[in-house]
């Protein structure tokens, strides 16, 4: 542990006053990293702020929302805007109605969507839309794939529950986890016999189209097809879990980007443009399903928050306006430094991998190239906690787990991404 290049006490002191009244001291557990993580106290563009005053450049980024960086104008402007007619009204707006029709010109596949609050309620409530509409009970997910902290799927899954959990959450029935099948990922041919065994009843198959609860891993080329095939064939549904790469991947999303029509899609963290907004949609026979149109119950007090939208109408906009230039730049950013990130590795000979996409990377310590949670569990993860540290003394924050995803925002500018390079650098040095 480098000593002294932080300032002050102030987040040790308010973490032990936080672990006496909440688990861990936090109020979702990857946000737990020892000795204490940091309490923030304010954000800009690509810079997080701790309680002492300390910066840092911020490549967590709220875990995926943030694609314009901390505090972004026109957001903020737009949240403003709608805090002066009111927070929640229990009743429709045009606000919402305009937003789902935003999100469908920019994925076809969702002809007709429902929002809720977070990426948890989303995928609940699809898997639950796709067992009522084939009537079959077994829902296939895969090994490190995370979509939420709820029982179905919290089985093998990725994120918080692959850093702080077993391989299942205590308090999860046998008879629920009986109905998951988790399965290999990149792995088409598991894909196939599972559905020669289990075909008839599986009523869908739940994914990531690129993982970002393990770090970084991009479907094998032709891997998302086959699954799209075999689901098609078989009567099953695909729900894509796009929570993470909707909107950042391309406008389309990962849809967009590897030419997949699924028939389910989940949204959360960039639609919402750093406020609790979700959503689940898909086709037109399948939404008709849901309540009060169908019998497949799911309602929320707080869904189409009128606050959340306007924020979300904002980054749909300005995405939308600015898609030409907004992708490639963070495209170029991210290579800038993943490419420093490689060169840095090589000159300190130490075994990294480096997997990206679009704005999104991370490192693993490890010679063999990381493809599946099997790969990425055999990553040397001390090594990766050690990094974490030493880049927090230098000023930059990487997420606190192998299993997490650094994003860039288009906020983060050369002179960062630089001084970035330099940290890492400097730290596989002393590793
Ligand atoms: C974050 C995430 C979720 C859960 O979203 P929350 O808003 O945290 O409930 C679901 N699926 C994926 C792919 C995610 O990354």
């Known amino acids: 542990m480098v000593e002294g290049k932080l300032r002050g006490r102030t987040s040790e002191v308010l973490h032990e006053r936080a672990k006496v009244i909440m688990p861990g001291g936090v109020s979702s557990p990857v946000r737990l990293f020892p000795p204490h993580p940091f309490f ?148 088409p041919g598991a894909l196939e016999k599972a559905f020669q065994e289990h075909g008839r009843d599986i009523a869908a198959v ?22 799209r095939r075999v689901t098609e064939e078989n009567g099953a549904l695909l729900i894509l879990d796009e929570v993470i790469t909707g909107f950042r991947l391309a406008f389309g999303g990962a849809q967009e980007m590897f030419g997949i029509r699924p028939d389910l899609v989940t949204l959360g963290k960039v639609i919402g443009g750093g406020f609790p907004l979700a959503a689940y949609g898909g086709r037109k026979d399948i939404m008709s399903m849901v309540s009060p149109l169908g019998a497949v119950y799911q309602a929320g007090t707080f869904a189409g928050n009128p606050v959340s939208v306007a924020a979300g109408r904002a980054t749909l906009d300005e995405l939308s306006a600015r898609r030409n230039s907004v992708y490639p730049t963070l495209e170029r950013s991210r290579e800038r430094l993943t490419n420093g990130i490689r060169d840095a590795a090589r000159d300190s000979h130490k075994q990294v991998q480096v997997n990206e996409t679009a704005s999104m990377f991370q490192m693993f310590f490890t010679g063999q190239p990381v493809t599946d949670a099997t790969s990425a569990s055999s990553c040397d993860r001390g090594l990766y906690m050690r990094l974490h540290h030493g880049l927090l003394e230098r000023g930059v924050f990487f997420p606190p787990s192998q299993f997490e995803t650094c994003f860039l925002s288009t906020a983060h500018t050369h002179d960062r991404i630089d001084a970035t390079v330099e940290a890492v650098a400097e730290v596989l040095r002393g590793l």
């Open 40 to 187: 923030a106290r304010r954000a800009e563009g690509c810079v997080i702020v701790d309680a002492d005053g300390n910066e840092y450049t911020d490549y967590c980024m709220a875990y995926g929302p943030l694609i314009f960086g901390h505090a972004y104008g026109p957001i903020i402007n737009a949240v403003r805007g709608q805090l002066r007619d009111g927070t929640l009204y229990g009743t429709p707006t045009e606000g919402e109605v305009a937003f789902a029709e935003s999100i469908k010109k920019a994925m076809p596949a969702c002809e007709m969507l429902r929002l809720v609050n977070s990426g948890t309620e989303a995928t609940m409530h699809a898997i639950r839309l796709a067992r009522g509409f084939t009537g079959r009970k077994t829902i296939v997910k895969f090994d490190g794939c995370y979509h939420g902290a709820h029982d179905s799927v919290l089985v093998k899954a990725g994120s918080g529950a692959a850093t702080h959990g077993g391989p299942s959450s205590l308090g999860i029935p046998e008879e629920v986890v009986e109905n998951t099948l988790v399965l290999p990922y990149n792995d």
């Open 206 to 227: 739940i994914i990531e189209p690129v993982i970002g609860n393990i770090g970084v891993v991009e479907p094998a080329p032709g891997y998302l097809e086959s699954v």
